[in-house]
């Protein structure tokens, strides 16, 4: 079994910033990927950022420029700096990893991002 724990979430202004982290714990060896997704209000859950082992990154287009997803391979966790935050971009965000080709999820983190 794979765990995802995410950290960072919270109630922030439009323009401002966050960091929202992601540490991954149990069986993870022969892990492909990790990545974020967000589920807004009424929304289907979506994909924000992934990062493979290899150091490929993919970005939806509303997260280009504006989000920035990292590793830390010694700490087993992955990160989503995200500036200019934009009130569409409330959601609960999910931290999910391909581990031998099936899917973790964590239990995700809730960013607010209102005046």
């Known amino acids: 079994q794979v765990q995802l724990v995410e950290s960072g979430g919270g109630l922030v202004q439009p323009g401002g910033s966050l960091r929202l982290s992601c540490a991954a714990s149990?069986?993870?060896?022969?892990?492909?990927?990790m990545g974020w997704y967000r589920q807004g209000p009424g929304n289907a859950r979506e994909l924000v950022a992934t990062?493979?082992?290899?150091?490929?990154?993919t970005y939806a287009d509303s997260a280009k420029g504006r989000f920035t997803i990292s590793s830390d391979n010694a700490k087993n966790t992955v990160y989503l700096q995200m500036n200019s935050l934009k009130p569409e971009d409330t959601a609960v965000y999910y931290c999910?990893?391909?581990?031998?080709?099936?899917?973790?999820w964590g239990k995700g983190t809730l960013v607010s991002v209102s005046s």
């Open positions: 999910n990893a391909d581990v031998m080709y099936r899917d973790y």
């Open positions: 990062l493979t082992t290899s150091g490929t990154t």
């Open positions: 149990g069986s993870i060896f022969g892990i492909r990927a």
